[in-house]
């Protein structure tokens, strides 16, 4: 298979040193994984909310945690150094913290290119893909690194509208090479751009990304593990806690209202009622499936002076014996970029476990860190926890195995 200059190549059958590439690398939620990832490599502090740092994960052949190289795309001009100062002096930040990996925030700036902003791009789709890609080759091949994982992280787009060349490849090839038109969003040319590169990839947002039928086809041909997507970071995640628990009891579920209030760039993005969308309709389709409830419509509204604090309000009307009722609310307030960071180093080294062993396409398993799964229609946390944790063994011994 060939769609541009740059071609995927068979992996080594170790995970070694693995790149670990962030689309929208100046964000709150890559420089807090940054910054994290520097602040665990040197020591300075425990990996306390990372899946992979515990048992039975802490015994299996994953990169280490100083075998990440980071860098990235973004169309942002502020630096990771000044996003940190700027999550520090909003409180989110330890101060020590951001004192003992100036150099590392610096050091994966320098790694940052400029992403694809269809704005201002002039030329085809195709062009910027390869652009993107030979950024990507690059920096793998600069540092020597076994792989690059690519984790797209970047502001959430509105919902994508499916056309013809989406599902049929020669249609799309064609497309892509047309500087007159532009059929994929930006979180798809990045995308593509994965795939042309030879990289594992997994969309931590609710954006269109790899869900083009073709790119998820072009990616498995070429051997690439992929996984999606929208993070479950906090209210989602605590849902698919609580809603199997109330079927497993026989409980009946009648109405799961909620409401998100947040800030910062996440909060401006979804006052957009149109890219908001993508995010709710990621947020309760796991929900609908787990009560069988058609819930209540979550609301997102923006409060600017919570900056990164994302407080989430749910409120569940179940039936019980008798037709009596039960009510339960839940109150959940956090740092939302501290909630996703750890889960961005996870997946890298867990997608570096599935290059290396050779995994194509959709990698289900990993849909314990999703939302909305690609290739798995498991929803419930808990079952979804057991499920990583017999995949990420079978694909450890399979690694081993190989030549």
């Keep these: 298979m060939h769609h541009g200059t740059t071609t995927a190549t068979q992996p080594p059958a170790t995970t070694g040193r693995t790149g670990l590439w962030l689309v929208g690398a100046r964000g709150s939620v890559a420089t807090t994984a940054t910054l994290g990832l520097a602040a665990l490599a040197a020591g300075h502090a425990p990996p306390t909310g990372c899946v992979t740092a515990a048992g039975p994960f802490d015994r299996l052949a994953l990169p280490a945690f100083d075998d990440l190289v980071v860098g990235g795309h973004d169309v942002a001009p502020t630096t990771v150094v000044k996003q940190a100062e700027a999550l520090a002096d909003a409180g989110m930040i330890p101060g020590h913290l951001l004192a003992g990996t100036r150099d590392a925030l610096a050091a994966a700036d320098a790694e940052i290119r400029p992403g694809h902003d269809p704005r201002r791009h002039l030329g085809s789709q195709q062009e910027a893909a390869e652009t993107l890609a030979a950024d990507l080759v690059d920096f793998r091949e600069r540092h020597r690194l076994a792989r690059v ?33 532009a059929v994929l969003p930006a979180s798809s040319v990045t995308a593509y751009a994965a795939v042309l590169a030879g990289c594992a990839y997994a969309s931590f947002t609710p954006s269109a990304g790899m869900t083009v039928p073709v790119l998820t086809r072009w990616a498995t041909e070429a051997g690439l593990p992929v996984a999606g997507r929208d993070g479950k970071t906090g209210q989602t995640w605590l849902r698919t806690v609580l809603a199997p628990a109330l079927t497993a009891r026989g409980l009946r579920v009648l109405s799961w209202a909620g409401t998100n209030l947040l800030g910062g760039g996440d909060g401006a993005t979804l006052a957009d009622p149109v890219a908001a969308r993508s995010k709710l309709t990621s947020k309760n389709r796991g929900l609908r499936d787990l009560t069988g409830t058609d819930v209540t419509p979550l609301h997102i509204d923006n409060v600017p002076d919570l900056g990164d604090v994302k407080v989430a309000w749910d409120h569940v009307h179940v039936e019980g014996f008798l037709g009596s009722r039960l009510t339960l609310q839940t109150t959940w307030s956090a740092h939302d970029s501290m909630l996703a960071a750890p889960m961005v180093l996870d997946l890298a080294r867990l997608l570096a476990l599935a290059h290396a062993a050779g995994l194509a396409g959709p990698v289900p398993e990993l849909g314990y860190f999703f939302k909305d799964p690609w290739g798995s229609d498991v929803h419930g946390a808990a079952a979804q926890a057991v499920e990583l944790a017999d995949w990420a063994g079978r694909t450890a011994d399979a690694v081993a195995r190989r030549p």
């Design 149 to 181: 994982v690519v984790i797209d992280v970047a502001s959430t787009e509105p919902p994508l509208d499916p056309v013809p060349e989406h599902d049929d490849p020669e249609l799309l090839r064609a497309a892509l090479l047309d500087p007159d038109r």
